[in-house]
T-cell receptor, first 112, second 109 residues
């Protein structure tokens, strides 16, 4: 039971570099989410995809782009990384919107 | 939009009870509760929907007061395994979720 798989688990970038965080789920879920978690801030929604073919901004979308590649995969791209984007990034999926969310193990991203 | 959780932290002895509160300034459609252990991913506990009843399983239950835009999580006869950070997630539309900053719960022997 893989559930939600995120790659990579750790990454260090330099300011201005770009990278894509990958997320895949094998539960045939329709909805997928990207969150960032910073100390003392809880989880903040970056983007979500209610269903295949749709994406919408969350609470903190600036500096990020997403692609819902197919039903299984939802990627998050940082075009020009900034130190303020140092965080732990979680991908989650749910059967439909407003159903229990299943989280991946997270990607720990540091930007120097 | 971010819900407010209280208390921020609580320490319990095994067997004691705890209540964690979650309050929003917006009308709510649903409230989710999750628990996260250090260095791990959040794990779903329960969901409460507008018009729904109090939910629970085993010794963890929750209520949702739509009029007050509040939810409470009840942990009874706490066990060591209950330690972690509890988050409520709220939604007014069913899509956009806002999580609270968490309540750190520590259960000691």
């Amino acid at each position: 039971n893989a559930g939600v798989t995120q790659t990579p688990k750790f990454q260090v970038l330099k300011t201005g570099q770009s990278m894509t965080l990958q997320c895949a789920q094998d539960m045939n879920h329709n909805s997928m989410y990207w969150y960032r978690q910073d100390p003392g801030m809880g989880l903040r929604l970056i983007y979500y995809s209610a269903s295949e073919g749709t994406t919408d901004k969350g609470e903190v979308p600036n500096g990020y782009n997403v692609s819902r590649l197919n039903k299984r995969e939802f990627s998050l791209r940082l075009e020009s990384a900034a130190p303020s984007q140092t965080s732990v990034y979680f991908c989650a999926s749910s059967d439909f919107s407003n159903q229990p969310q299943h989280f991946g193990d997270g990607t720990r991203l540091s930007i120097l | 939009q971010q819900p407010v959780q209280s208390p921020q932290a609580v320490i319990l002895r095994e067997g004691e009870d705890a209540v964690i509160n979650c309050s929003s300034s917006k009308a709510l459609y649903s409230v989710h509760w999750y628990r996260q252990k250090h260095g791990e991913a959040p794990v779903f506990l329960m969901i409460l929907l507008k018009g729904g009843e109090q939910k629970g399983h085993e010794k963890i239950s929750a209520s949702f007061n739509e009029k007050k835009q509040q939810s409470s999580l009840y942990l009874t006869a706490s066990q060591l395994s209950y330690s972690g950070t509890y988050f409520c997630g709220t939604s007014s539309t069913g899509n956009q979720f806002y999580f609270g900053t968490g309540t750190s719960l520590t259960v000691i022997p």
